[in-house]
């Protein structure tokens, strides 16, 4: 009898990586002439150019001259789009840590992302992290037209993880939003809420993934 096979796949913001890293945070709040909780809501995906800009469904050029129009500074006083988008990429750092554990996994089983990102950042993540070297897939939200914890991306990655692994396959995932975890278990995913280093060592652990 064939063993079920399995896949783990995890968030970046708050899993793999830190985010609000307070020094890119900062330049952005300076730029915009704004403090840094009003810049974490401008940016956010609770908003609507943030949730758009995410599901791909506006560029990032549309994206930052919103921003720009609702914190009312002069376009031409600020930097060019694509330094803006560096800076957001940069408010994330890269968690070793965490990959260390994620790179354990990987020599019995492949391992994910799951993200809600833009494409600008998307390709800063591929071209400067060179994330997809360190994983086997990567499901950025923009190529899908939906965030976590819409019904769409949890049935569009769903599909292609049972069409590219196998039908039956078995998809481990963790995320530091409840919310996030509660969507991702109505489509059968094996989903634990990340709280600290240490517990996603115990739970891998439990789950003989390591």
């Keep these: 009898m064939n063993m079920q096979e399995s896949v783990l796949i995890v968030d970046y913001g708050g899993v793999l990586s830190d985010h609000h890293q307070l020094e890119a945070e900062s330049a952005l709040a ?7 909780s009003k810049i974490r809501t401008l940016l956010g995906e609770n908003s609507e150019h943030g949730a758009a800009v995410r599901e791909g469904r506006i560029d990032e050029n549309i994206f ?16 060019s789009n694509d ?20 790179a354990r996994v990987r020599n019995k089983h492949p391992i994910g992302i799951l993200t809600n990102i ?5 390709n800063y993540l591929v071209n400067e992290v060179d994330i997809l070297s360190k994983v086997d897939f990567y499901f950025p939200s923009y190529k ?8 769409e991306i949890w049935q569009s990655v769903t599909d292609e993880l049972k069409n590219r692994i196998s ?7 963790f995320d530091d939003r409840e919310r996030h975890v509660t969507a991702a278990k109505k489509y059968g995913w094996n989903a634990i809420e990340f709280k600290c280093l240490s517990q996603f060592e115990y739970e ?4 003989e993934m390591i």
């Design 83 to 102: 330094i803006l988008s560096k800076l957001w990429a940069k408010t994330y750092k890269f968690n070793l840590s965490v990959y260390s554990l994620l």
């Design 144 to 151: 899908y037209g939906s965030l976590k914890p819409k019904p």
């Design 64 to 79: 930052w001259n919103t921003v720009t129009t609702l914190t009312g500074i002069r376009k031409c006083s600020r930097p």
């Design 30 to 36: 300076e730029i915009f002439d704004v403090d840094i």
């Design 118 to 122: 833009d494409c600008a950042r998307s």
């Design 204 to 207: 891998l652990i439990k789950l």
């Design 167 to 173: 039908q039956d396959v078995e998809i481990i995932y």
